[in-house]
């Protein structure tokens, strides 16, 4: 779906992604200048960040005013939806950014598929003046957890570059400050103090932030350790690190994008079987697209055999990243920014078909199988949220080199689809360490 007459929207989400691209400003686009006052480059880094994050809030905001008037009717509520969606993934460009080194490591750790709430209706007042005052000095930064779309743990994030990350529970105007103050203490003193001034409620509020730490430390322990039984769930997890370089088609997609502006559709293939058609809405409207979209599908995908899965039974949108809490948020991808600009408001469109029974052929230490319909009828049967990745009702899985089966988990749609790592790439992982590849057994669980 495209949203209509929104220009204002379109120029404000390709200056923002041209903001996010260098923070700082243009002070500091080079490495020299960087290194050469590394501080104050670090808190105009945070403060053009927070600048993103404040206007993004107050845009969610909107948004959520509008969606309370009960005659709008459903298909504005939809588009009001995405818009709102929309800055939450701006958010989550910030979080990204943030967390540098392997985010999506991290935020697949970090989400926990908590759902968001109207923001109107948790003092926002109270929040957003805690969170001026710790990015005021831009030597820290604080987000607003239910304003993005990745983070769960506690009411607000902090950022700080001497002190690491920090997740906290903001609940009571005055004491917010003090339970920071406390927390960052952790004397006796200080608690005593705190309960001089604040009685058994302030306590009770403190003893929600301390659990609220403890659960903090918990995802530490995801965070910083690759393979551990993950504390939320008891399911044993093992993260690998390839020693091969990541291989993006990105530039392939940038250049497809620029050639769609031009025409009505454009057609890409990565890898033999990734493929992807790029419609113009502006210039090919749904009635002639979708057509176009299953033929070249049908086209280039070779017909499955009796016990393989049909590929284009499982064709996929670009839009429905947005809705993907662990998705890389395509403000990050470098594409031109009014090309993603047209992207979010569905002005371009994106389809996907992953022939995974091609990529199963290029797999050399590991084998690529399908379950039978029975299992996966099964497994459509559970909730969503806790299904294994399902394509024609059967579910793809490896077996590594001691014969253990290795399911896929949405991870590795995430990465392929909406991060942009190539197919072969993903194959070659996967042949890299077989014998390490035997996750979460040993229940058909997925790898993250």
Not at 335 to 344: P, V
Not at 419 to 435: F, H, K, M, T, W
């Given at each position: 779906m495209r949203l209509l007459n929104q220009k204002p929207l379109a120029e404000l989400i390709a200056s923002t992604v041209k903001l996010l691209r260098e923070p700082a400003g243009p002070t500091y686009r080079t490495r020299e200048a960087i290194l050469n006052d590394r501080e104050e480059f670090t808190k105009c880094f945070h403060r053009g960040l927070y600048a993103i994050h404040a206007c993004a809030i107050d845009g969610i905001m909107t948004v959520e005013s509008k969606l309370k008037r009960l005659t709008m009717p459903k298909e504005s509520q939809l588009a009001e939806k995405r818009v709102r969606q929309i800055f939450r993934t701006l958010n989550d460009s910030i979080v990204w950014t943030l967390l540098a080194k392997d985010p999506d490591f991290w935020v697949a750790r970090l989400s926990r598929g908590k759902p968001r709430g109207n923001l109107a209706d948790q003092n926002p007042a109270?929040?957003?003046t805690f969170l001026n005052r710790v990015s005021a000095?831009?030597?820290?930064?604080?987000?607003?957890?239910?304003?993005?779309?990745?983070?769960?743990?506690?009411d607000v994030t902090i950022f700080d570059r001497a002190e690491g990350i920090q997740f906290l529970e903001l609940k009571q105007g005055k004491v917010n400050e003090a339970i920071f103050e406390t927390v960052k203490t952790s004397t006796v003193a200080a608690i005593d103090k705190f309960y001089e001034s604040f009685a058994k409620k302030g306590i009770e509020q403190l003893d929600r932030t301390v659990n609220q730490e403890i659960q903090a430390q918990k995802h530490e322990l995801l965070l910083k350790n690759e393979n551990l039984t993950d504390p939320f769930t008891g399911l044993d997890r093992i993260a690998i690190t390839p020693s091969i370089p990541a291989s993006s088609y990105d530039d392939e997609l940038r250049d497809s994008l620029v050639r769609v502006r031009s025409s009505e559709t454009v057609t890409l293939t990565i890898d033999e079987c990734l493929h992807l058609v790029i419609i113009n809405a502006e210039r090919c409207n749904r009635a002639k697209g979708q057509p176009l979209v299953n033929e070249y599908f049908s086209r280039m995908v070779a017909k499955p055999k009796d016990d393989e899965a049909n590929p284009c039974r499982a064709v996929m949108g670009f839009l429905y990243g947005f809705?993907?809490?662990?998705?890389?948020?395509?403000?990050?991808?470098?594409?031109?920014?009014?090309?993603?600009?047209?992207?979010?408001?569905?002005?371009v469109q994106i389809y996907y078909c992953f022939d995974f029974n091609t990529w199963g052929k290029k797999l050399k230490t590991v084998q690529f199988k399908?379950?039978?319909?029975?299992?996966?009828?099964?497994?459509r049967s559970k909730p969503f949220e806790n299904r294994l990745l399902l394509i024609d009702d059967r579910i793809p899985y490896i077996v590594n080199t001691n014969g253990e089966p290795i399911y896929f988990?949405?991870?590795?749609?995430?990465?392929?689809?909406?991060?942009?790592?190539?197919?072969?790439?993903?194959?070659?992982?996967?042949?890299?360490?077989?014998?390490?590849?035997?996750?979460?057994?040993?229940?058909?669980?997925?790898h993250s």
């Open positions: 109270s929040v957003l000095s831009g030597e820290k930064i604080g987000i607003w957890n239910d304003a993005t779309r990745c983070v769960d743990l506690g809705s993907l809490p662990t998705s890389m948020p395509v403000f990050l991808r470098p594409f031109h920014a009014e090309d993603i600009s047209r992207l979010c408001m569905g002005d399908w379950t039978s319909q029975k299992e996966g009828r099964q497994e988990g949405g991870q590795f749609f995430l990465k392929l689809l909406f991060q942009g790592l190539r197919p072969d790439y993903l194959a070659a992982v996967y042949d890299e360490s077989p014998a390490n590849l035997a996750l979460e057994r040993p229940a058909k669980k997925q």
